[in-house]
Nanobody
């Protein structure tokens, strides 16, 4: 399974961005796809996840109500719509695929990772 993120950039507080995660390879193995982020000097943080077959979604409290995760089954692409961005959302955003569990929120359960895309929100 391979994942490739795109859509990051430099925006201002209150702006929106939509990140994309193109998933390829043997996708029937996938149980869920998640988004994580890592800011400089901080640990990787869970953001949101979606189950591959049923589309069940889950969000971290810090982004609930502002971010929305979705999936396009035709293109095997997972999106993260980010609205009302704040400077504290600045980080490298990674998408990842879990092929073993439905835990969704723990980075250690994800087997495959993309290279990441930078999101910078200026004050």
């Amino acid at each position: 399974v391979q994942l490739a993120e795109s859509g990051g950039g430099l925006v201002q507080t209150g702006d929106s961005l939509r990140l994309s995660c193109k998933v390829s390879g043997f996708t029937p193995r996938i149980t869920s796809v998640g988004w994580f982020r890592q800011a400089p000097g901080k640990a990787r943080e869970y953001v949101a996840a979606i189950t591959w077959k049923s589309g069940e979604v889950n969000y971290a409290d810090s982004v609930s109500g502002r971010f929305a995760i979705s999936k396009d089954g035709a293109t095997d692409t997972v999106f993260l719509q980010m609205d009302n961005l704040k400077p504290e959302d600045t980080a490298v955003y990674y998408c990842a695929a879990d092929t073993r569990t439905y835990i969704m929120t723990l980075a250690d359960t994800y087997d495959f990772w993309g290279q990441g895309t930078q999101v910078t929100v200026s004050a």
